[in-house]
């Protein structure tokens, strides 16, 4: 089948070049003259051209032969040069190049026609190195045509010879034209100046969006720096105090939603962006610049879930709170304060404060450390009832017992038991913004057993060479212990800390260690007003002892010389005696008068109470404002009466 449609080709290329060379051929020479003058010269006896005749004429004609020979082209035997020099030969010269031009019509021809007839005997035979040997034969044969051909047309037609010459020999040597490539190189030009002017255009859109963005967050940045600038600008949209509150503590910008609001000033109307609070299911983190808590603070009241219970040593829990349907606690605090947790137990609430032991820059949950009392209510109510899960009762911030980094360069902390409660929050939150000054910790408790946080400290020890723990026991059974033993004393204190009198000094645990460590620094030189106590129930009078009471101690008389007063509780219409040194608060826990109280060191003022008539002295009034004080407001659990009083109450 391959065979015949190899035969079926052949002889139709052959059939339609036979037909062509026939019809070419069938015009003689003779024939051929007698349409010119006989005076024609053959090509033989053409004069050379002279010197500067033509551009491929001499030497240069030479050449390009020979290049286009080893080219593979057909060398032109005389005709293209004859052409090149065609305008300046005579008119009788012109029928000979005719005469010529046709001739190689015919050679053309016959060799076309020889080529095809090879050709087509070879694919007969499948010889294909006979049919490949037949091209260049066909090729050069077209090529004489070909020539022949354009030259009778230029002729023909009255196109310059020259033209017809250069025609012929761009295409044998695949050339374009000049003008061909300067619309190509025109079009490369073009393309490129399109691309250079889009990708600078996209460079300058960028730019432009990143100034943007620059701006916008700038704005916002200044926004949220100082939320009140863009507020009192605007006379028709007051601030409420909740917005200010809202403002002050640091809105996101997922919780700002900046609209537009129309004011009039002297100067006309404008619009001014005035940031208004969205709603938002998970409010991010806020988190306060710690300054101070000197500063009266709004306090949070809200349930809270116990979202995980850990035992730190014996009988003693860490209790982490967190939001209900929140990510972020719904308050901020400083580290040092403390909370009033309220349950309901027996029938009654009852209300305790507990130091936060968490540092302020962890904003997902707050904790407290309690350790178990046989007789406090509250603590054995957290210790075998509270579980994962349970909700209680919160009122915070609270407390004055602070140190942000801020008050001084240098900070010791001594600490006494679970007195170590607010030690901790306020190590924890140093080395989390990581503060570079001296933090020294010493901490007394009875056994290792009883030693909290004893892993973590050490760990935080390890990564903060400013951190400096010093750990004593006084009753140093149970694990092995190397370290000190027994109570700090004013020489240990002098070479643990040196120069102590230039630093801020902490002091927190029963009011006896308290009232000793308070002497001590004094003769160790520290001022007054650099030592600062807290205390987990009110500081011991005189003529009078301690016994355990909730989570410290109370008061007990036992002054041979005590003193009676009658108070009078208005809104209870119930009355009794206080003696010795005993409070009012005392009086009214065991005559039934209900009065919100919580840690009893004047520091929460949860038993504020008027006093109506009579006179009462205080050992700590940390609670109350200026302004209290002078309408007569008293603090229940510090109030000793040195008559006979009244009190709203």
Not at 481 to 497: D, N, P, Q, Y
Not at 617 to 625: C, I, K, R, V
Request: hydrophobic fraction near 40%.
């Amino acid at each position: 089948m391959r065979a015949a449609l190899h035969n079926s080709f052949a002889s139709a290329c052959f059939l339609v070049l036979s037909l062509f060379a026939s019809s070419v051929s069938a015009q003689t020479p003779d024939e051929h003259a007698a349409h010119h003058p006989p005076e024609a010269a053959a090509p033989s006896s053409q004069p050379a051209p002279e010197r500067g005749q033509g551009m491929m004429s001499g030497g240069m004609g030479q050449m390009m032969d020979g290049m286009m020979e080893k080219m593979g082209a057909p060398k032109p035997r005389d005709l293209y040069p004859s052409l090149m020099s065609l305008p300046n030969l005579p008119h009788e010269q012109r029928h000979a190049i005719e005469f010529q031009a046709h001739r190689r019509m015919v050679d053309g021809a016959e060799l076309m026609e020889k080529a095809l007839s090879g050709l087509s005997a070879a694919a007969r035979r499948e010889d294909f190195r006979a049919m490949q040997e037949a091209v260049p034969l066909l090729r050069e044969g077209v090529a004489q045509f070909d020539s022949g051909l354009a030259a009778h047309r230029a002729l023909a037609e009255g196109r310059a010879p020259r033209n017809v010459a250069l025609s012929w020999f761009k295409r044998e040597m695949n050339l374009s034209s000049p003008s061909a490539q300067a619309g190509q190189e025109t079009a490369d030009q073009a393309m490129h100046y399109l691309v250079m002017a889009i990708l600078a255009a996209f460079a300058v859109a960028m730019i432009g969006m990143y100034f943007l963005k620059m701006r916008r967050a700038a704005s916002l940045l200044k926004a949220l720096r100082d939320p009140g600038s863009v507020a009192s600008a605007t006379t028709s949209v007051p601030e409420t105090p909740s917005k200010a509150r809202e403002s002050a503590s640091g809105r996101s910008a997922e919780q700002t939603r900046v609209t537009t609001t129309s004011t009039t000033t002297s100067a006309g109307s404008s619009k001014i962006a005035v940031p208004e609070p969205q709603p938002a299911p998970h409010p991010p983190p806020k988190f306060p610049v710690m300054k101070s808590a000197s500063e009266p603070v709004d306090k949070w009241r809200g349930a809270l879930r116990v979202c995980r219970v850990f035992q730190e040593a014996r009988g003693v829990k860490t209790f982490r709170l967190a939001a209900l349907d929140h990510i972020a606690l719904p308050f901020t605090y400083f580290p040092g304060q403390f909370m009033t947790v309220s349950a309901p137990i027996a029938g009654k609430t009852v209300r305790r404060s507990y130091t936060i032991a968490s540092s302020p820059t962890q904003l997902h949950y707050a904790s407290i450390t309690v350790k178990r009392e046989e007789h406090g209510a509250f603590s054995r109510y957290l210790h075998d009832e509270i579980e994962e899960g349970d909700t209680v009762d919160v009122v915070a911030p609270n407390g004055k017992f602070t140190f942000t980094g801020t008050e001084a360069d240098g900070i010791v902390l001594i600490a006494g038991g679970v007195g170590l409660t607010p030690m901790m929050s306020i190590i924890r939150y140093l080395t989390d913004i990581g503060w570079h000054k001296d933090i020294y910790l010493l901490f007394c408790c009875r056994t290792t057993s009883d030693f909290m946080f004893r892993e973590e400290l050490e760990q935080l020890q390890e990564r903060h060479p400013n951190l400096h723990v010093f750990a004593s026991m006084t009753r140093a059974d149970g694990a092995i212990w190397m370290g000190l033993k027994g109570r700090f004393t004013k020489e240990i204190v002098a070479h643990l800390v040196p120069e102590i009198a230039k630093h801020r000094v902490h002091v927190c645990g029963p009011p006896p260690m308290m009232e000793a460590t308070r002497s001590m620094l004094g003769e160790l030189g520290v001022p007054e007003e650099q030592i600062h106590t807290e205390a987990f129930g009110p500081a011991r009078p005189p003529h009078q002892s301690m016994s355990a009471h909730e989570d410290g101690l109370v008061a007990v008389d036992e002054s041979t010389d005590a003193q009676e007063h009658h108070v009078r509780f208005i809104q209870a219409h119930k009355e009794g005696v206080v003696r010795g040194r005993s409070t009012i608060l005392d009086l009214a826990d065991s005559i039934g008068v209900d009065i919100d109280n919580s840690c009893r060191t004047g520091q929460c003022g949860m038993c504020k109470v008027k006093l109506r008539s009579g006179q009462v002295t205080m050992e700590a009034e940390d609670a109350l404002s200026d302004e209290e004080k002078r309408e007569g407001v008293i603090l229940a659990c510090q109030a000793i009466p040195s008559t006979d009083a009244e009190v709203e109450a």
